[in-house]
């Protein structure tokens, strides 16, 4: 059974340090299961280890099918419509080339979107499965941003940060009470963590 985890909110540490490297393999098919069914309960295109508090360089990824118009409740099932799934560990951005900005959304600022962070059109990206094995992969368009947008949060860079200085402060102020709502669950959810952890401690 796939372990659901809470999702760190804009404001938690965690988001803004840079990830380790994996090195031992053993826990990750179990890891990468539970990212894959946190992601698809948030209805994400993407899912970052240290989003859900592990400083860890892995994230994974999905396209979906176009619904072709049909009526998409809050209760429809994402699975159905997976075309592909990602699992990317220790992921290196090899190749890049061309520009391009499109509207980007991240679960760790849930309901926030907007367009101008600056990514590459087209990347190579090496990276090892869950397994280990080595693996090559060409995106480009839609799938190269969501690749580099989890990179980036392996490198505890939010989307926002690579857009211009004009557009990050835009986007900073038009969020301003969304950001410190978020900062404040963020330390409202640590300090509950605080606790658990000092209560597991003493049993
Ligand atoms: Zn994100």
Known sequence: MAEIFPIRLYGDPILKKKAQPVQDFSGIPQLAENLLETMFEARGVGLAAPQVGLGQRLFVAAEYLDDEGAEEGPEADL?????????MVNPVITHRSGQQSITEGCLSLPGLYAEGAQRDLQVRVEYQDEGGAKKTLEAEGYLAVVVQHEIDHLDGILFFQRMSFADKQKF?????EDLADFQRQARAFLREEVGRQAAGKQR
Not at 172 to 176: E, G, K, N, W
């Open 79 to 87: 699975k159905t419509r997976i075309k592909q799934l990602y699992v």
């Open 172 to 176: 900073l102020d038009l969020h301003r």
